[in-house]
C-alpha cells in the first residue's frame, strides 16, 4: 500500500518535472482535486496544473512541515516561481508579471487502499495576487508572518 506521503511526493515531482499526464492513476475513481475557487476531477487535473506550469515555469517546491495518519497525511510546502506566463485565476487571468514570487500551500490529502481520494489544496490567493503586485477588492494584502514577494 502506497502512503500517503509517498504519494503527495509522487504528484509533485511529476508536476516539477512537467509530467502530469499520468496524474489521474494516483488517484481513485471517485476522487477530486480541490484549490480555492476550483475543483476538479482526476482526469480534470494535468490541464488544470499545466496552468500553474505554464504561469511560473522554473517552479520550485520545499516541504516546511507534514503529518501522516492512517488514513493521508497533510502537507506545508513553499512555492516559488518567476511569474512569465499567463495565470488562469477564479477571479480572471492575470497576465506576465516577471516577478519571483513565493507563497505557502497546505495540502490535506486522503488515501483509501493505496490511491488518493480526496487532495484539498489550500492558499490564500491573496496573498500569491499582493506578491505579484495586484489589488483584487475582497481579497486580503496583509502579510502572514514572513515576506511573501523576493526581490527582483
Known amino acids: 500500500m502506497r502512503g500517503a506521503e509517498r504519494l503527495v511526493d509522487q504528484q ?6 512537467r509530467d502530469v499526464a499520468r496524474l489521474p492513476e494516483l488517484y481513485a475513481t471517485d476522487a477530486f482535486y480541490a484549490m480555492p475557487g476550483v475543483t ?6 494535468p490541464a488544470l496544473l499545466r496552468t500553474w ?10 516541504v516546511t512541515g507534514s503529518v501522516q495518519t492512517a488514513g493521508g497525511a497533510a502537507v506545508e510546502r513553499r512555492l516559488t516561481g518567476t511569474h512569465t506566463g499567463v495565470l488562469h485565476t477564479p477571479f480572471g487571468t492575470v ?11 497546505a495540502d490535506v490529502v486522503r488515501v483509501r487502499r493505496g490511491r488518493i481520494t480526496a487532495w484539498r489544496s489550500y492558499f490564500d490567493w491573496g496573498q500569491l495576487i499582493a506578491a505579484l503586485g495586484l489589488h483584487v477588492d475582497g481579497l486580503s494584502r496583509q502579510q502572514q508572518h514572513e515576506p511573501v514577494g523576493l526581490p527582483a
Not at 509533485?12 to 518535472?17: E, G, I, K, T, W
Not at 476538479?40 to 487535473?45: A, Q
Request: aromatic residues 10%.
Open 12 to 17: 509533485y515531482a511529476m508536476l516539477l518535472r
Open 40 to 45: 476538479v476531477r482526476p482526469i480534470e487535473l
Open 53 to 62: 506550469t505554464g504561469a511560473f515555469p522554473d517552479l520550485v517546491v520545499d
Open 95 to 105: 497576465a506576465p508579471t516577471g516577478r519571483v514570487v513565493s507563497w505557502d500551500v
